[in-house]
């Protein structure tokens, strides 16, 4: 028992210090006191009250309620639906609880947020291999590169979207950029298919995400990579053909994955690229930010619909990024109490706490983001 307690230890280590190797080329100012001062309040928090920073039993009751969902929407989809009618709402239905079970199940389990316990995160964090995406890849661009450097062009790969749109006001402005804040809502809808069969795989033959090398899976983490492509593909084309036309399951694939696409592009670009948000460059001659990494997160994110319980539950909190942001290791059904220490503490510091009322106006600012970044 103890050499496998050092062995977990020693690969744990292994992770970190190839962390630091992928994000180690841009360092932040010194930390101000705001960051240690928000944590201070955020665990007592938790130690005055009956919250639970991980395992908590809504997120075990949640998580059961999704996967039902899912597969239940899956079998009324092979064995009942007979027409378009009953088809098209399946297959959105399906989209969006497949962008659940990713705002979730799968993204607390990655961050080690789901449970104190490693393979639970592990085992939740897998759920994306099931909707056609590699957990590990994710884990080194989101966990690693996004968090790390939110919001700043060429190092937060989320940015990123060649030369079809202008997220950023670093990046190259196109001719055809003036009409991006129409277009791209409808590319989003691309977003899943091309993650599904060209991204991880274009990553994995790589070795980089965008221009950034980072370490391609091995032994257990490979095989968790080939797995799960093969069990996407049987769930998402192979199953369905033996009971429905091919050209029948094609069409509801992409449907699914449209619908799943929209979702997660919206739900994320709300986040980060809107009005609201800043997009920091290094100091000039330097490669060092001017502000903590906790206030620069704070600044390159905003909240929206913080109000509103059922947004909360369906984008597991993700509507709450602030507080994902500074806490990604604790359990999103805890954001909303979170919140409130969080915009009190930036009041007290002069740091601007940026949220949208709802999510529409969260579009509206992103549109008018998309608009300015294709014209200037």
């Known amino acids: 028992m ?42 007592e928090l938790f130690q005055n009250s009956n919250l639970k920073e991980r395992d908590c039993p ?8 999704l996967l039902l969902g899912f597969f239940g929407v899956y079998a009324a ?20 609880i497949t962008a659940g079970i990713g705002f979730s ?11 104190n316990s490693l393979w639970v995160n592990k085992l939740m964090a897998m759920s994306l291999d099931l909707i ?27 940015l990123e979207v060649g030369i ?5 006001p670093t990046h190259p402005r196109l001719t055809f950029h003036r009409w991006q804040h129409y277009y791209l809502w409808i590319l ?45 593909l049987n769930i998402a084309l192979i199953i369905p053909s033996l009971f429905h036309p091919f050209w029948l399951v094609l069409a509801s694939y992409g449907l699914v994955a449209f619908t799943l696409g929209i979702v997660l592009s919206v739900v994320f670009q709300l986040a980060h690229v809107v009005l609201e948000a800043q997009f920091p460059v290094p100091a000039e001659n330097s490669s060092v930010i001017e502000k903590d990494w906790a206030i620069h997160q704070i600044e390159t994110t905003v909240n929206f619909s913080r109000h509103n319980p059922f947004v909360t539950w369906l984008l597991g909190g993700l509507n709450f990024q602030v507080e994902h942001h ?49 014209v200037s």
């Open 132 to 158: 056609g995406a590699s957990s590990y890849i994710w884990h080194w661009k989101h966990d690693v590169i996004h968090h790390t450097y939110t919001n700043i062009a060429g190092y937060d790969m989320d």
């Open 77 to 96: 989809l092979l064995f009942l639906a007979l027409t378009w009618w009953q088809v098209v709402p399946l297959c959105i239905l399906l989209g969006v």
């Open 164 to 168: 079809f749109g202008r997220l950023s």
């Open 58 to 65: 809504q997120m075990y009751t949640k998580t059961a309620i």
């Open 2 to 43: 103890q050499d496998r307690r050092e062995s977990q230890q020693a690969m744990d280590r292994e992770v970190v210090d190839q962390e630091k190797e992928v994000s180690k080329k841009l360092k932040f100012a010194k930390n101000s006191g705001f960051q240690a001062e928000l944590r201070r309040r955020v665990d």
């Open 188 to 232: 989003y809808g691309f977003l899943a298919i091309k993650w599904h069969f060209y991204d991880d795989f274009n990553c994995f033959i790589t070795g980089k995400i965008g221009d950034r090398f980072y370490p391609r899976p091995k032994r257990s983490n490979l095989a968790i990579f080939l797995v799960g492509k093969l069990v996407f």
């Open 105 to 115: 199940i799968q993204h607390d389990g990655a961050h080690h947020a789901y449970s």
């Open 326 to 374: 500074l806490f990604p290791n604790i359990c999103h059904i805890n954001y909303p109490e979170i919140s409130k220490v969080v915009e009190q503490t930036c009041q007290e510091f002069g740091v601007k706490y940026n949220y949208h009322r709802s999510f529409w106006a969260g579009c509206i600012s992103h549109f008018h983001w998309l608009r300015r970044m294709g």
